[in-house]
Nanobody, 123 residues
Framework: QVQLVESGGGSVQAGGSLRLSCLAS??????????MGWFRQAPGKEREGVAAIGRDGSTNYADSVKGRFTISKVNAKNTLYLQMNSLKPEDTYVYYC???????????????WGQGTQVTVSS
């Protein structure tokens, strides 16, 4: 079993920044063995892909966050990050970390999920 635990969510004013972290543990040899991604979901809405990072460090972003969000990982710490800058009220969601064989932005590509962390951006 793989455990993913997100942290770093909170409330921030528009234009501000937050950094989300995701610590992987359990039966996970190394985060370098998986593609990792960040997703977000609002109540009653489908979960959507935000950013993904491949085993080789290649990255992929949703158009809505390009130029504002940066995904990264530190393999030695088994930790995934999402740096979010220039936040907007429409970025208000629960953010989820995921790991799996796929490296895209589709939920079906990921096998393991964290419990989510709330990000609220006020205007």
């Amino acid at each position: 079993q793989v455990q993913l635990v997100e942290s770093g969510g909170g409330s921030v004013q528009a234009g501000g920044s937050l950094r989300l972290s995701c610590l992987a543990s359990g039966y996970i040899y190394h985060v370098s063995s998986y593609c990792m991604g960040w997703f977000r979901q609002a109540p009653g809405k489908e979960r959507e892909g935000v950013a993904a990072i491949g085993r080789d460090g290649s990255t992929n972003y949703a158009d809505s966050v390009k130029g504002r969000f940066t995904i990264s990982k530190v393999n030695a710490k088994n930790t995934l990050y999402l740096q979010m800058n220039s936040l907007k009220p429409e970025d208000t969601y629960v953010y989820y970390c995921a790991a799996g064989p796929g490296c895209g932005l589709a939920t079906g590509e990921y096998r393991y999920w964290g419990q989510g962390t709330q990000v609220t951006v006020s205007s």
